[in-house]
């Protein structure tokens, strides 16, 4: 359908539009027209991806002389597929309707090894053991060699790329990363670079959020993208942590000796160069006295990652005469090892900030701070001048030199905290000294101050206030829109008791009370009596899970429960999981019926649709709080009590139930599906803690519903699932419109939205 909002046709692949959909549509363009940035959450299963991608391709349209260029990112890469394939049906819609002039170039680009087709790469088992075996055939000095000798080995589709010169190009169109590599084959060329180098000519750019975010990945895939750009993050609901996780550092023991390795190497490398090539490490001596730019002329096969600092932070001046030549060099790095090996050996946990590390570094190690700064770029040219391929081989020393280059570079937002064991192990050592950034804002300041406007969305971004002073910025548009529903399809319940009325709560000083573990298996025994096909049980942690499940086992309950339905478990590792879903899905499907037992913050947790059969009750054993005594979180709480004025309580309960909200989530993918959602514990029952939920959740949410024991739970299921089972008419035709046709919105450009959807 075409519909007008304001000055724009809205090309729509839909014969029907739900009204959220188009209250979206209309915030998004406000945020647009203000060239200015915007939150907006949406409940799951209301189409937010086909709306976001209509208007915004639509819009471009409307503006030919000013081409917006739309960089989509996902969390992973089953996400980013799903984006490209609506995007391809909302494109063969718009070429229907306007011909060529709709052509757009759209495609997702991700790592190696989602992309390359060369098999003898590909045998590899992880992803930086792919990158190391693509350099090794494709670094320019290795193709220099292999052109004179043809027995060294290269990369048959990288020549054929880089021999096809400006006539590599793609086709219009949209390009999932199977039809990339489809195409690569088809061409004989390297699907990678072929990606990486139409970036910058597409309209649509889907890829990870790592792309933009991490300063090491962005300085190399992302430099190029003009201001002109809107930047979509999609399910952002944890942008925050994963800000956080771009500027943070590990050093553990293992670190520490793969460093020692990789200098000995290195020196052994040096030594070799100064007896067969010293003309060499002369040039490179000169560049760095000349303070020449390492990374603008570099081919694209040899940059490696880009410097782990912002890039406004980054110094643009010679590399200090200390560090200048490589063996000196690698000295001040054997020195900083050495200092850091003497500092993981504590017995206690300690906790300072980056200045007084860096004054310690020099008093004990002799190393200044501007020797710090350009650690990085210095080993990166370095490794270049020896021409290092296996650079898997050499992640240890990388991590040193990020290590070194963010404490050098940054004095505010951080705090370096060795720990000489993990607390929930204190019996094993296990020292790692951690760089933690606290403040989310560092990493996501250049991509507000670059792009024209950034959408940050998701199904779960409440309470949204807290957002725009986390990340520290002033969004034009925040809104939280509601589900339109021709039946309340979905029925929360917070569940405040057991059917003995002894409250149930996963608090530290309860969580282990037989009561309370008994009454959390009565209830999941008592409605998998009652409810058809697949249960998901979502636990607080893992070792809650374990301990949990072990009771029940002694106690009987788990074999009472296995004879309604059968039990699946997520554990640690991914195969493992990933089996067990999929034989939780063969049970569904075939009417015997099964239980999912999985951990909020999981895998399961983030990114597992449980729809239709396969999700008709979702229990949230607990409020998935954070572990509280972790040191890196105590810091965060201290830097966003003082810097943001935001309290400890506000803030873990916000995380918390942002957790909860994704996982209960899981359980609604459309408005033709319906699902419970227990919310097991008492504190639920406290408004400071419910309101915190999505409003489409709380929507729903019956002030009779608000604390309940298991047998009126059950007895508010059974009611539930027999209302369900009723006949009813999709289209909202009992009053209240949940999907607006062409002349529905005609009528609402005349009466007003309010008359249509209610």
């Known amino acids: 359908m075409k519909l007008e909002i304001e000055d724009i046709t809205v090309y729509f692949p839909y014969d029907k539009i739900y009204p959220e959909q188009y209250s979206y549509m209309v915030e998004l363009k406000r945020a647009l027209d203000a060239k200015g940035h915007c939150l907006l959450e949406m409940p799951t299963g209301t189409g937010k991806t086909i709306a976001l991608l209509s208007l915004i391709t639509s819009y471009v349209l409307s503006k030919p002389h000013s081409p917006l260029k739309l960089l989509y990112c996902t969390r992973t890469v089953h996400e980013m597929e799903k984006t490209l394939a609506e995007l391809r049906l909302l494109h063969h819609y718009q070429l229907r309707h306007l011909g060529p002039a709709a052509k757009i170039l759209a495609l997702g680009l991700s790592s190696r090894k989602n992309l390359c087709v060369n098999p003898r790469v590909l045998a590899a088992e992880n992803r930086d053991s792919v990158d190391a075996g693509c350099r090794k055939l494709t670094a320019s000095w290795v193709r220099a060699v292999a052109a004179e000798n043809p027995s060294v080995p290269s990369c048959e589709f990288f020549e054929q790329y880089e021999r096809a010169g400006s006539s590599a190009v793609l086709p219009p169109g949209v390009y999932t990363l199977q039809d990339l590599r489809a195409y690569g084959k088809e061409k004989g060329w390297c699907p990678y670079y072929l990606a990486r180098h139409m970036v910058q000519f597409a309209n649509v750019v889907v890829y990870s959020y790592q792309y933009l975010l991490d300063p090491k990945v962005a300085g190399i895939i992302s430099k190029e993208m003009q201001k002109e750009s809107v930047v979509v993050f999609d399910e ?79 110094l643009k001046e010679a590399v200090p005469g200390n560090i200048r030549r490589a063996e000196h060099f690698i000295h001040v790095l054997r020195r900083l090892v050495q200092y850091l090996e003497g500092r993981l050996d504590t017995e206690n946990v300690e906790k300072e900030s980056p200045v007084s590390f860096v004054v310690s570094i020099l008093n004990h190690a002799g190393i200044d701070q501007k020797s710090l700064k350009f650690c990085y770029d210095r080993l990166h040219s370095l490794m270049m001048t020896l021409e290092i391929t296996d650079t898997d081989e050499f992640l240890h020393i990388q991590t040193i030199c990020d290590f070194a280059t963010l404490v050098g570079t940054y004095a505010r937002g951080f705090s370096i905290i060795i720990e000489p064991f993990d607390e929930r192990m204190p019996h094993i050592p296990d020292p790692v000294l951690q760089l933690c950034c606290h403040d989310a804002s560092l990493a996501i300041k250049p991509v507000f101050e670059r792009f024209q406007s950034v959408v940050i969305t998701s199904g779960t971004l409440s309470p949204i206030d807290l957002y725009p002073r986390l990340l520290n910025f002033n969004p034009v548009v925040s809104r939280s829109f509601t589900m339109s529903l021709t039946r309340d399809c979905i029925c929360p319940m917070v569940l405040t008791r057991g059917s003995d009325q002894l409250p149930v709560s996963t608090k530290f000083d309860m969580r282990s009370d037989l009561g309370v573990v008994r009454n959390y298996g009565r209830l999941l025994l008592e409605m998998a009596s009652v409810v058809p096909d697949g249960i998901v049980c979502f636990f607080v942690s893992y070792s809650y899970m374990d301990g949990i499940v072990n009771t029940w086992n002694e106690n009987g309950i788990l074999k009472e429960i296995m004879q309604h339905k059968l039990v699946f ?49 979702v229990i949230m054993f607990g409020v998935p709080f954070q572990y509280t005594l972790s040191k890196i979180l105590l810091a965060r709480l201290e830097y966003l009590r003082d810097t943001f004025q935001i309290k400890e309580g506000d803030f873990l309960t916000f995380d918390a139930l942002r957790q909860a909200a994704q996982c209960v989530g899981r359980v609604i993918r459309s408005k033709a599906d319906y699902g419970m959602m227990i919310f097991a514990d008492k504190r639920y029952s406290r408004h400071d803690k419910r309101s915190k ?17 298991t047998d009126m739970a059950l007895h508010v299921a059974r009611d539930f699932l027999r209302k369900m089972a009723q006949p009813y008419d999709k289209t909202g035709g009992t009053g209240r419109k949940t999907l607006l046709s062409q002349e529905d919105l005609e009528k609402m450009a005349v009466s007003g939205m309010g008359d249509v959807m209610y």
């Not at 500027?247 to 030594?271: F, H, K, P, Y």
């Not at 554990?571 to 999929?582: F, H, I, K, P, S």
């Open 236 to 314: 952002a609901h944890n942008i925050d942590n994963v800000c956080i996780e771009a500027l943070s550092v590990s050093v553990r023991r293992q670190t520490i000796e793969g460093a020692r390795r990789n200098l000995s190497r290195m020196r052994q490398e040096i030594d070799k160069f100064k007896a067969t090539d010293a003309g060499r490490l002369r040039a490179e001596y000169n560049r760095l006295v000349e303070g020449l730019a390492l990374r603008g002329d570099l081919p694209a096969t040899d940059a490696w990652l880009a410097n782990p600092a912002l890039p406004d932070d980054i």
């Open 693 to 709: 939920l999505p409003s489409w959740i709380l929507s729903h949410l019956h002030d009779a519903h608000l604390n309940l024991s």
């Open 569 to 617: 478990i997520e554990t640690q590792d991914v195969v493992e999981t990933t089996l067990a879903l999929d034989n939780y899905r063969k049970a569904c499907d075939c009417g015997r019926g099964a239980i999912f037992f999985s951990v909020a913050r999981g895998k399961v947790a983030e990114g597992i649709d449980f729809d239709r059969h396969y999700g008709r009750l």
